[in-house]
Nanobody, 116 residues
Framework: QVRLVESGGGLVQAGGSLRLSCAAS????????MGWYRQAPGKQRELVAT???????NYADSVKGRFIISRTNAKNTVDLQMNSLKPEDTGVYYC??????????WGQGTQVTVSS
């Protein structure tokens, strides 16, 4: 079992920056992929960025060049640095992890609001 806890959301003006952090606990050595998804009001949850245990990153086209995902050396924390934020980045951001048995885990979510 893996538990994910997010932190770092908040309110920011367009053009500003926020940093989200996700701390994993439990069977962290079984984690294969960690990443971030987001869900805007009335929309489906969508992938933002992922980081595999092999160091491969993947970003949604809408955030490329603005967001950076990183993992700590201990591989139990994944951060999302969000720069040049836009109002369309507003939503609840969820930490996500997949273990080697393909079991998926979700955090409770953290609200990000970007004002215009």
């Amino acid at each position: 079992q893996v538990r994910l806890v997010e932190s770092g959301g908040g309110l920011v003006q367009a053009g500003g920056s926020l940093r989200l952090s996700c701390a994993a606990s439990g069977s962290i050595f079984s984690i294969n992929v960690m990443g971030w998804y987001r869900q805007a009001p009335g929309k489906q949850r969508e992938l933002v960025a992922t980081f595999t245990s092999g160091g491969i990153t993947n970003y949604a086209d809408s955030v490329k060049g603005r967001f950076i995902i990183s993992r700590t050396n201990a591989k139990n924390t994944v951060d999302l640095q969000m720069n040049s934020l836009k109002p369309e980045d507003t939503g609840v951001y969820y930490c996500h992890a997949i273990d080697r048995s393909a079991q998926a885990y979700w955090g409770q979510g953290t609200q990000v609001t970007v004002s215009s």
